[in-house]
């Protein structure tokens, strides 16, 4: 599934969210009793699994506040070795466990303790210190998906080193003239081969005689005017 499909999702049609003693485990013996065709329009928390179901109720409020083709994550669990992550208009991804290496590798008693961000942005393992958003377990099941978000960054990353160099050859420095960042290190950034990180910003934004807030919002203005 790509992540665009949730733009496409309507939105109007009723969905159910029901929570139960025991989760069966299909959904076929529910979806007659409520007129439901469609196993998207129906979800399913055991009571077991989510004790407190209005924390479920908050997070379903606030992910659907940021607007329902948000890429946010509603709810998630473990089904045998798939780790199921479902959308605020219930939409499921399965996402083999292998596809996620640190969690695979990991112990079954890590594997289990998970979080879900009260906002749907991710969910996160803290004894592995792992976060994953929609976007990076849509990545995980789809090659494509990953491929063309692999692309973006590359494309931003080359767009942003060249405005860095721009602006560095606008007021005289040299590569070398950068402290705290050496030379090798800009010349990858300027060539779009690295990311730039918060300290090399720093840096290159202190060799300009620039505050850091400053030095990016020329470079904002560079992009602009290169696009």
Same mark, same amino acid.
């Given at each position: %599934?790509?992540?665009?499909?949730?733009?496409?999702? @309507?939105?109007?049609?009723?969905?159910?969210?029901?929570?139960?003693? /025991?989760?069966?485990? +299909?959904?076929?013996?529910? =979806?007659?009793?409520?007129?439901?065709?469609?196993?998207?329009?129906?979800?399913?928390?055991?009571?077991?699994?989510?004790?407190?179901?209005?924390?479920?109720?908050?997070?379903?409020?606030?992910?659907?506040?940021? +607007?329902?083709?948000?890429? #946010?994550?509603?709810?998630?669990?473990?089904?045998?070795?798939?780790?199921? $992550? $479902?959308? @605020?208009?219930?939409?499921?991804?399965?996402?083999? %466990?292998?596809?996620?290496?640190?969690?695979?590798?990991?112990?079954?008693? /890590?594997?289990?303790?998970?979080?879900?961000?009260?906002? +749907?942005?991710?969910?996160?393992?803290?004894?592995?210190?792992?976060?994953?958003?929609?976007?990076?377990?849509?990545?995980?099941?789809? @090659?494509?998906?990953?491929?063309?978000?692999?692309?973006?960054?590359?494309?931003?990353?080359?767009?942003? +080193?060249?405005?860095?160099?721009?602006?560095?050859?606008?007021?005289?420095?040299?590569? #070398?003239?950068?402290?705290? $960042?050496?030379?090798?290190?800009?010349?990858?950034?300027?060539?779009? *081969?690295?990311? $730039?990180?918060?300290?090399?910003? *720093?840096?290159?934004?202190?060799?300009?005689? %620039?505050?850091?807030?400053?030095?990016?919002?020329?470079?904002?203005?560079? =992009?602009?005017?290169? #696009?």
């Amino acid at each position: %599934m790509d992540a665009s499909t949730l733009h496409e999702i @309507p939105a109007t049609r009723k969905r159910f969210l029901l929570w139960v003693d /025991d989760e069966p485990d +299909g959904l076929a013996e529910v =979806l007659p009793r409520l007129n439901v065709r469609s196993d998207d329009r129906l979800h399913l928390v055991s009571i077991q699994r989510e004790p407190d179901f209005r924390k479920l109720l908050v997070r379903l409020v606030l992910v659907l506040n940021k +607007g329902v083709g948000s890429e #946010s994550i509603f709810d998630a669990f473990w089904k045998d070795e798939t780790f199921v $992550v $479902v959308s @605020p208009l219930f939409q499921r991804l399965h996402v083999p %466990m292998d596809k996620i290496p640190k969690v695979c590798n990991a112990s079954e008693a /890590d594997r289990e303790c998970f979080e879900i961000d009260q906002h +749907g942005d991710f969910v996160f393992w803290p004894n592995l210190d792992v976060h994953m958003g929609w976007p990076q377990f849509v990545q995980a099941v789809d @090659p494509l998906a990953k491929l063309r978000a692999e692309q973006r960054s590359e494309a931003f990353n080359k767009a942003y +080193g060249a405005a860095i160099r721009q602006l560095r050859e606008e007021v005289g420095l040299r590569q #070398s003239d950068i402290g705290d $960042v050496d030379e090798r290190t800009v010349r990858r950034i300027e060539n779009g *081969e690295t990311r $730039v990180t918060g300290n090399a910003i *720093e840096a290159l934004a202190k060799a300009h005689g %620039m505050a850091p807030n400053k030095y990016m919002q020329r470079l904002a203005e560079l =992009l602009g005017e290169a #696009s």
